[in-house]
């Protein structure tokens, strides 16, 4: 069974500092994995996703991930704080076969203080 | 290309009442996926659709129904509505390939009182 932990309900982050997002995953298959961002009463905006391919995975709005499976993780991280970046985030795992199934994370609630 | 479409945005009930939610998905998807979301439970899968057929369900009461039209439109029903299903009810389409990337609607904000 697949499962996804995001460590972190809150995260609080200055303007300009350093956001960093964790995500675990447990997948008995090579996982798909995925960051979503959700603000206020909207839908889920995909920011980027790992697909088997390059571990780094770029993403928009300044965003990266990268697939560590020795560690099972797949972190978040975008360099410089905006306000416009508070929101939640979700991170999701999927099996990528037939009868597709996405798992997503309880989410992580970022905060950006001016 | 239009977006994933879901109407209404907002509904209210009462308990014991039905309700039906609709998505149209992205043109030429032909996947559709469901999902609920909570403050409590946070985002948990219903069903999937491919092709009008139920390919994957996640643990929700047989009150919670669906089905996929030959357009690939989707319908949601919930009947004898409780408290607890207040919620917003978010659609997804995806299109072929591996990639597994799915689009989301606005979702449907479901208050039952």
């Known amino acids: 069974a697949q499962s996804v932990t995001q460590l972190g309900s809150h995260v609080s982050v200055s303007e300009g500092a350093l956001v960093l997002l964790r995500c675990n995953y447990s997948?008995?298959?090579?996982?798909?994995l995925f960051w979503y961002v959700q603000y206020p009463n909207q839908g889920l905006q995909l920011l980027l996703k790992y697909t088997s391919a390059a571990t780094l995975v770029k993403g928009i709005n300044g965003f990266e991930a990268e697939f560590k499976k020795s560690e099972t993780s797949f972190h978040l991280t975008k360099p410089s704080a905006h306000m416009s970046d508070a929101a939640e985030y979700f991170c999701?795992?999927?099996?990528?076969?037939?009868?597709?199934?996405?798992?997503f994370g309880a989410g992580t609630r970022l905060f950006v203080k001016a | 290309k239009a977006g994933v479409t879901q109407t209404p945005r907002y509904l209210i009930k009462t308990r014991g009442q039905q309700v039906t939610l609709s998505c149209s998905p992205i043109?030429?998807?032909?996947?559709v996926s469901w999902y609920q979301q909570t403050p409590g439970q946070g985002l948990q899968f219903l069903f999937e659709y491919f092709s009008e057929t139920q390919r994957n369900k996640g643990n929700f009461p047989g009150r919670f129904s669906g089905r996929q039209f030959s357009n690939s439109r989707s319908e949601m029903n919930v009947s004898t509505l409780e408290l607890g299903d207040s919620a917003l009810y978010l659609c997804?389409?995806?299109?072929?390939?591996?990639?597994?990337?799915?689009?989301f609607g606005p979702g449907t904000r479901l208050t039952v009182l």
């Open positions: 997948s008995s298959v090579p996982p798909y």
């Open positions: 043109s030429g998807h032909r996947s």
């Open positions: 997804a389409s995806r299109g072929g390939g591996r990639n597994n990337e799915q689009f």
């Open positions: 999701a795992v999927s099996d990528g076969t037939g009868g597709f199934k996405t798992i």
